[in-house]
């Protein structure tokens, strides 16, 4: 007798099927959602998105578009490249156009919401960076890779959702964008994410262009650039160097040209010489040593301070081991050094300074082989306690000349430990093996 044929199971509605497939896209609608409710939730008027960012915007839509670094408040100017007023540019257009350019929250919350895309577009690359990390080391090991069913579909799944959300719900990126309106960063996070991955195609010159176009966005992330220069120079890659120096600096000059031709001074100003106006305040070192003899050099050159800091540290970590140093996620690494110097040695420090090394330092932590739970996780843990200490301490500043000095001691003392634990951690003879073994690019 025939056994009765049993009837297929029926297949979950999550692992495969129009559910899965819609799964990202409603997560995303949602996180940009939560992005706007956020800024409603919280009074988070008078923002730099307020200060800055809107009113440099309705400059351009006023039929002055190059004019946007004529703006001040008070000595400070609109510091940052022009690359982020053009997506504002639209959202402002659309608000002016349905009236409520005057409901500042509201106009806030639509505007953090819709560049909550450029956050969700930051994740993705990060999930890219450390999937491909993981893939070349599994090539490089000769481990065969099976394929890809069902269940283990859906772990993808699930593991690229945890990757995603520890960038995603991290507080140093909430702090930024709805506590500090600063909605430039996961755009230029974004296009030096994505120009890291360029890079890791052999694809130099559009890498540059990217990074070229980060600086555009938010001038400070100039110092991401020194680290990569560096690897490359280690890794004798000296045309690939050069050809990234050369399409980074192009680029910028091509954004900048024009503001330069119709308002020099301003632009000067704005990006360059207006620091040199700046108190030594916030979270700072420099706090410490008002009215001494660093009092002047920093005041005006503590970008040379960074810089230069974030140059020796990198030469000295690929010094130190010299072969590999391209590979991933040593390379994100580096990034979190370079970009962890900024906070340490500014002479005005501000809780969104931390999101560039903390998400450097997350895809580092994730990308790494071993267990994810272990030491690593100390570097992006520390960088987000510290955002939320200062992010509740900011409202206080300025402090006094005794009180300033402690936090600012403390602040950088803490960005000196992650400065330590990301060599001590990223530089061990287990991530070595697999950088010699032929993962030569992230």
Sequence with gaps: MVPPLRPPRPRSPVAGGPLRRAAIPLLALAFMVASAVAVLLFDTSKTDLDVFFWPSTEIALHGHPLLVYTLRAGPYPNANGPVSLLPLGVVVAVINALGWQDGMRLRDALTVGVFAVFSLLMAREAVLAIEVGR???????????????????????TGRLLIAAVLLLAPPLWVALVGFGHIEEPLELWLILLGVRLLGRGRTVWGGICLGLAVMTKSVSAVCLIPLLVALLFDRRVRSAAALAGAAVVTAAVVIAPFLVANRSGVVYSLLTYRGELPIVGGSLWVAFLGSGWDAFVRHWDAVLFMGAALVLSVAALAWRPRGGWASPRVYGLLAVAAACVPMLAKTSWPYYLL????????????CPGRVVSWRLAVPLLLAAGDIVLAAIEPTLPLPAGTGAVVGIAASAGMAVVITLLFGLSWGARDDRAARSGSAVP
């Design 135 to 157: 893939e070349r080391r599994r090539e490089a090991r000769g481990t065969a890779r099976g394929g890809k069913g069902q269940g283990q579909g859906q772990g993808r799944l």
């Design 356 to 367: 560039d090394p903390y998400v450097f330092a997350a895809i580092w932590w994730l990308g």
